[in-house]
């Protein structure tokens, strides 16, 4: 056990997060099991060793992290290890890559009926699904999902400023007074390429090729994630990782022709649109259907999860426009459910809100119909219904 400690106290002296995520301040933390999922690189071990370094002196045995990539946990269970710690005087168990140990929800509820004054915070792949596959754990584990960089929280970092994050509906009614409190600070047009590019994962921060660090989270992503955890055959790969390809290449300008992404791959459509929801449990993609539609159906469009993969995946053909809806789909996701708009929207927003994404460069004097949401890029400022399309990154 002093080993672990030893290690639990190296960390988190060692932490350094210099942005505070908003979801530190949205977790109800008196809840006794918590349930922290992202896709890889988003910073999910940073954050639970920042929570303990915020709530717990550094020499504090009440609390602990661990990690089930340690090799002790191929003979011993969780539910045996925190029974120990408990019998310590431990109170908080934080569990980095929960998914590594086979019964991990079954050892989880065990902990929970056992120790009623015990803790446990863990994480594991968005490609889990905590309540849906693990009826042991319903009712008792609240879950939360922790996300890559807002473009907040990358300009807070850029900057050191420390803006504040506001509702959708703040925003639409309000924008023209928030960004006149923030262009004084900040030029957001300065940094926002920059974020399309390589802000949404905080790896970008280390002293390494970004590109060639997302491409490797990539492939972990599917060679880990949706294989371990899906119980997939590992023989079904390549086919997996060409889908995910060829949907980057076609782009999400039309609807994706299911039959020939099947013949390409040589499976079955049904397999097709299975790997399709892999690959959006993992976060490399987004699917978006018309309203009054959802999977199994066929989506109206795919897109990749968030721009910086485009940029990783197929870095010649990224289309302004393109990356553009992307980034607006992905800041929405969160909060929103977004469907394929019609003639007049690019998107609807909850079933209501008509949204379309445009160049605010655009030549000539044009046309912006009432009804309309127009998030612009290219510039800083709004006006009315147009709002710069920077701003709605505010997650």
Not at 148 to 154: D, I, T, V
């Amino acid at each position: 056990m002093e080993a672990f400690f030893r290690t639990h106290r190296y960390l988190v002296e060692h932490t350094n997060a210099p942005v505070r995520r908003t979801l530190m301040d949205e977790i109800n933390w008196s809840d006794r099991m918590i349930g922290i999922k992202g896709t890889r690189g988003v910073g999910k071990t940073t954050f639970l060793l920042q929570y303990a370094k915020e709530n717990f002196d550094i020499q504090d045995k009440q609390c602990l992290y661990i990690n089930m990539n340690n090799f002790y946990f191929q003979g011993h269970g969780i539910s045996e290890f925190a029974g120990n710690f408990y019998k310590r005087g431990g109170r908080v168990l934080l569990i980095d890559q929960v998914f590594k140990q086979p019964n991990w929800s079954s050892e989880l509820r065990k902990c929970y009926d056992l120790y009623p004054n015990l803790k446990i915070v863990f994480t594991g792949s968005s490609v889990m699904r905590l309540k849906d596959e693990n009826p042991e754990l319903n009712g008792i584990v609240q879950s939360y999902n922790l996300r890559g960089f807002s473009f907040r929280e990358f300009i807070n970092l850029q900057t050191g400023n420390t803006f504040h994050p506001y509702t959708l509906e703040e925003i639409l009614k309000d924008h023209e007074r928030i960004i006149k409190q923030i262009l004084p600070k900040a030029s957001p047009n300065r940094y926002f390429q920059d974020y399309i590019h390589h802000g949404f994962y905080p790896f970008f921060q280390e002293h390494r090729n970004y590109s060639e660090n997302l491409l490797k989270t990539m492939n972990m992503m599917t060679e880990v994630d949706i294989l371990l955890i899906k119980q997939i055959e590992l023989k079904y790969l390549t086919k997996i990782k060409k889908l995910f390809y060829q949907i980057a290449e076609e782009g999400p300008a039309k609807a994706p022709n299911v039959s020939k992404l099947a013949q390409d791959i040589e499976t079955s459509r049904a397999t097709v649109m299975n790997y399709i929801k892999y690959l959006t449990d993992a976060r490399l993609l987004n699917l978006i259907y018309p309203i009054g539609q959802d999977f199994p159906k066929k989506p109206a469009k795919i897109l990749l999860h968030n721009s910086n993969l485009m940029y990783a995946i197929y870095p010649i053909k990224v289309e302004k426009q393109e990356a553009m809806e992307t980034f607006f789909v992905n800041s929405m996701w969160k909060d929103h459910k977004v469907n394929t708009g019609n003639r007049d929207c690019s998107f609807i927003v909850d079933e209501k809100l008509k949204f379309r994404i445009m160049d605010a460069k655009i030549p000539g004097k044009q046309r912006y119909a009432p009804d309309v949401i127009y998030a612009r890029y290219n510039t800083e400022i709004g006006k009315d219904n147009q709002i710069p399309l920077w701003l709605l990154g505010n997650g």
